[in-house]
């Protein structure tokens, strides 16, 4: 494989950074160099995708070269995605025991899971998107409180909620794992960068 630089991963997220590095050395790593960037990015509003693009934008200007981005949403599809991707704040305002009971009234308790990388090769590139989604129900807690809403989602196909299973079983079938893939087939298309341009390729 020719690797034909260096990525920067932003995010502010021990626990995405994690699955992102497991992702890769699992067999699926990018023709890229992944180095993490510890930013503070904002929290944006509206459609998922606009944020995704904007944080990438933020981001690169930042970090001043190529950087991907990640935008995690979890929707219920009895409030039409909602809280998509607010639910970082209904996380920290109200747990997950919270997040379980908002959906005390509706008898639909399907959702799903929703990653959207973005990646530019450095500022003012307009950066390129990336959706992987896992459909799921929204349950009752179970399993340790270690990433985000993991104890309530249950992923379509399995009796085990993504805090439960086994991390490589999660990382096998995540909405974070759907994403990545697309954007590594994405960064496998692209040209290696010419030897001679004097920028970043390292033939291999
Ligand atoms: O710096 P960034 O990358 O933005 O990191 P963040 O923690 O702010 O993340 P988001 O803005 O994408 O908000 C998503 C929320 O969902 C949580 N989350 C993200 N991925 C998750 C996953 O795979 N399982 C459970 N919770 C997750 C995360 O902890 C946040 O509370
Ligand atoms: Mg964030």
Redesign the pocket.
């Known amino acids: 494989m020719v690797v034909h630089g260096e990525i920067s991963f ?4 021990q ?2 950074l994690k ?1 992102v590095v497991a992702i890769l050395a699992e067999g699926h790593p990018l023709p890229f160099t992944v180095k993490a960037a510890n ?3 904002p ?1 944006l509003q509206g459609e998922a995708e606009d944020i995704a693009k904007e ?1 990438c934008r933020i981001a690169a200007q930042q970090v001043g070269g190529a950087v991907m ?6 929707c219920y599809n009895a409030f039409k995605g909602l809280p998509g ?1 607010y ?2 704040w209904f ?2 305002k109200l747990g997950v025991d919270g997040m379980y009971k908002l959906l005390a009234g509706y008898e639909d308790k399907s959702g799903y ?1 929703q ?1 959207i990388f973005a990646y530019t090769p450095g500022p003012d590139v307009e950066p390129q998107l990336f959706i992987g989604q896992t459909q799921g129900i929204i349950v009752e807690p179970r399993g340790p409180p270690a ?4 104890p309530v ?1 249950q992923p379509d196909g399995f009796d085990q909620t ?2 439960e299973m086994d991390k490589s079983v ?1 990382n096998s079938i ?3 794992y759907r994403a990545l893939d697309k954007l590594r087939s994405y960064l496998l298309e692209l040209p290696a960068p010419s030897a001679t341009n004097g920028t970043n390729g390292t033939p291999s």
């Open positions: 932003a995010t502010g997220n626990n995405k699955e930013l503070d990015l929290e944080k981005v990640e935008d995690t949403s979890l991707p639910c970082k996380l920290t899971a990653c990433f985000g809403w993991d989602f993504f805090a999660k995540s909405h974070r």
